[in-house]
């Protein structure tokens, strides 16, 4: 499936001009923040491109997992010279653990869309299988698997999961922080990192609200 058909489909039902999607990266994981993103396309200029290797190019988008780490940044480049608007958001595995995760990530998804919608550049959005409070039902749309179906969803998802994976490999470069590994899981609960955690205890980049760490503190 061409993503880009999903867009100009709505463009041309809705008379929608700017078409934003979000996504977040490291919502599962057990340390360091949860990143949101939100890309918003002009419509009108996608609708005029006819030049075949910038099409090829904007093919190739879809959900960042099935891409290779070197196609994912290629890809982010090409998407910040493509779209209209872009901002990531970041919270903090603090500020994780004292709001939890849900109220987290809706909190970043608003973020997102207010940063867009104040700046003149959201006319609506597609969020993947979450519906954001505090956005009227009329300008939002949540998508199961929109990273999959949506080219602005997918957008989203690649340019959370490279700013993610690449700030986590910064604070795997830290003393405190090498033990961990973090530039191999980013993170997530793979057997290493529990086990990692276990040997070393727990950092102030883990998330203490979250299992099996939450245990370990009793």
């Known amino acids: 499936m061409n993503l880009m058909n999903f867009e100009l489909q709505a463009y041309q039902d809705n ?9 977040e990266v490291g ?18 200029k996608l ?4 030049e075949t290797k910038i099409l090829k190019k904007i093919n190739q988008i879809k959900d960042s997992k099935k891409l290779l780490e070197n196609k994912r940044e290629e890809l982010s480049q090409f998407i910040n010279e493509l779209a209209a608007f872009i901002h990531i958001q970041e919270t903090s595995n603090t500020e994780i653990d004292k709001l939890l995760i849900s109220k987290s990530t809706n909190n970043s998804f608003l973020e997102n869309f207010n ?24 300008i939002q749309h949540s998508l199961i698997k929109g990273d999959n179906t949506s080219l602005s969803i997918a957008s989203a998802s690649i340019i959370a999961k490279v700013y ?12 405190e922080y090498k033990v961990y590994e973090f530039e191999k899981h980013k993170g997530y609960g793979t057997a290493a990192h529990l086990d990692a955690i276990k040997k070393c205890g727990v950092s102030n980049l883990h998330r203490k609200s979250f299992e099996p760490i939450k245990s370990m503190l009793k």
């Open 47 to 50: 609708k005029s491109i006819t």
């Open 164 to 175: 993610r994976d690449n700030l986590m490999k910064k604070l795997a470069e830290v003393e």
């Open 15 to 23: 008379n929608y001009r700017y078409i934003g999607g979000i996504d």
């Open 115 to 138: 940063q867009a919608r104040n700046q003149g550049f959201l006319d609506f959005v597609y969020t993947d299988a979450f519906k954001i409070k505090g956005v009227e039902d009329s």
């Open 27 to 44: 919502r599962g994981c057990l340390a360091g923040p949860l990143v949101t993103a939100i890309v918003v396309y002009d419509m009108e």
